[in-house]
């Protein structure tokens, strides 16, 4: 080897082990972690088929804060409710931003109120809220809705004459009616294809993204475009809710009225049309689509499985179950429906409520944070735009805030005098400056729904109570209850 070919080969050493001295120094000051491989990051100590399980693993060797390598990309994990609450409540701006989630975002490509990010996110998320509220979101006009659409289940709910049944599609039809009301003006028939596709496409769509194959194409999407499987039908539900989406939009647009709007979707189209000049606008036709399909989703899946958790622990737990409707017979009585002025008279039902979504905890994962800028976090720096997970898990599981975390127990949410107890380590809607925009919707439906079908029914079980399994069947995006029938019985 000639003298100039060393020369060049002690430079590239040099090159390597300063590169390799900078990329360690900044390492030190990220939270630890365990060591990632090339390309496959940590996924040996990751099992995609039980991501959450993992994730939770790390937590207790690593601590509250600690950072994973999914794939090729750097995250930082969040675990038990201090370090949750100090990132999304004390610092939520900077913890504002959303993480990078494949099986949504190659569909939303960043539009939408659920997945944008800076001045977009801010603006559309503004605008939306005082549009739900226009539209009675929180208030008693979307109460009345409720009610209504709580009548039409009951319906559904008495032809079952004691057989045994599914609950899953006629509550999502109920559920999703009430977004839809807010979306498109008006609910759908039962029977309606439109409603039958708009649950078909979610309720399939939440089923894969909580799905092992729906967390490998968080890690993998460009490799998993090119793989077959289920998480392809994911992009197909997608395209089929887009075009129906679609259609309803242009049916609105032939009618709109710009000073009487009937929806939502009236009310985006006279924004966007009020900007159309504006190159500079966040109101266009992808973003209309992108926030519609969010509301839709958001507003059919987390409730209708919320509630299915419910139906499961009521039927386990009789005792619970009886001592709700005695409640709903001495406040409410059966000449008459629940309303959400009977709630504060009703300690122990809403202590239930709150427990069915502590334990089910349906999203545990939350959708992924980003950063917003580079920020000190309990003594370590989280560079700008690295993406965070908070275990929503550890924090409803967090035995420094619950007695028997592990446990269905609505004592939780009960005071020494049996009045309802709030706690500050509720989560089940995230926190902060990304919570739902649908949580005061969602607490009404949960309230009203169940009260009402208890109020009517008793829920029988199928199965010796002892064999009634109320962990989940898989949790990825979603905690899934087990597939099960009950029957009615009329009270």
Same mark, same amino acid.
Do not use: K
């Given at each position: 080897m000639d003298s100039t070919s060393t020369a060049i080969l002690l430079l590239l050493l040099a090159l390597v082990c300063l590169f390799l001295t900078i990329g360690s120094r900044g390492k030190g000051r990220l939270p630890p972690g365990p060591r990632p491989l090339p390309l496959l990051g940590n996924l040996l100590q990751l099992r995609s088929q039980d991501m959450l399980t993992s994730l939770t693993k790390l937590s207790k060797e690593f601590g509250s804060v600690y950072t994973v390598y999914l794939g090729p990309r750097r995250v930082v994990v969040l675990s038990g409710y201090q370090a949750v609450k100090e990132a999304l409540v004390d610092q939520g701006e900077v913890f504002s931003g959303r993480g990078n989630y494949p099986v949504f975002f190659n569909f939303t490509k960043g539009n939408g109120i659920a997945f944008s990010n800076g001045d977009k996110w801010k603006v559309l998320r503004r605008f939306s809220i005082q549009i739900l509220r226009n539209f009675g979101m929180g208030k008693r006009s979307i109460e009345e809705r409720i009610l209504e659409e709580g009548n039409f289940l009951l319906e559904e709910l008495r032809k079952t004459e004691g057989e045994p049944f599914d609950p899953t599609f006629v509550l999502s039809r109920s559920v999703s009616n009430v977004i839809c009301s807010v979306i498109f003006g008006s609910r759908f028939d039962y029977d309606d294809e439109r409603l039958l596709t /708009? /649950? !078909? !496409? /979610? +309720?399939d769509n939440f089923q894969i993204m909580s799905s092992p194959w729906g967390e490998l194409y +968080? /890690?993998?999407? $460009?490799l998993l475009d090119w793989v077959p499987g289920p998480h392809r039908r994911l992009f197909e539900n997608y395209g089929r809710m887009k075009d129906l989406i679609a259609s309803s939009i242009r049916d609105h647009q032939a009618s709109l009225d710009p000073d009487s709007p009937r929806d939502f979707i009236d009310c985006f189209l006279t924004k966007m049309a009020q900007e159309s000049q504006d190159p500079l606008s966040h109101f266009h036709m992808d973003t209309l689509l992108m926030t519609t399909h969010n509301l839709l989703f958001g507003g059919t @899946?987390? %409730?209708?499985?919320?509630? *299915? !958790?419910?139906? &499961? #622990? &009521?039927l386990k737990y009789p005792k619970v179950q009886a001592r709700v409707q005695e409640e709903i017979d001495r %406040? %409410?009585? *059966?000449? *008459?429906?629940?309303?959400?002025?009977?709630?504060a008279a009703m300690p122990y039902t809403d202590a239930v409520i709150h427990e069915v979504q502590r334990f089910a905890n349906v999203i545990p994962l939350n959708l992924p944070h980003r950063v917003t800028q580079d920020t000190t976090f309990q003594g370590f720096l989280i560079p700008k735009d690295t993406d965070i997970i908070t275990l929503l898990n550890t924090v409803h599981y967090d035995p420094s805030q619950f007695l028997t975390p592990q446990e269905f127990n609505p004592e939780h949410f009960l005071d020494a005098n049996q009045s309802f107890k709030k706690s500050p380590a509720f989560m089940p809607f995230s926190a902060g400056r990304r919570v739902c &925009?649908? @949580?005061s919707l969602a607490r009404m439906e949960l309230f009203l729904y169940l009260t009402a079908i208890l109020q009517s029914? $008793?829920?029988?079980?199928?199965? #010796? *109570?002892?064999?009634?399994?109320?962990?989940?069947l898989s949790s990825g995006l979603g905690n899934l209850p087990r597939p099960f029938?009950?029957?009615l019985r009329k009270r």
């Open positions: /708009i /649950i !078909h !496409h /979610i +309720n +968080n /890690i993998f999407p $460009s @899946e987390t %409730v209708g499985t919320t509630l *299915r !958790h419910a139906f &499961l #622990a &009521l %406040v %409410v009585g *059966r000449a *008459r429906l629940p309303t959400l002025d009977d709630r &925009l649908g @949580e029914f $008793s829920l029988q079980p199928l199965v #010796a *109570r002892e064999d009634i399994d109320l962990t989940p029938q009950l029957r």
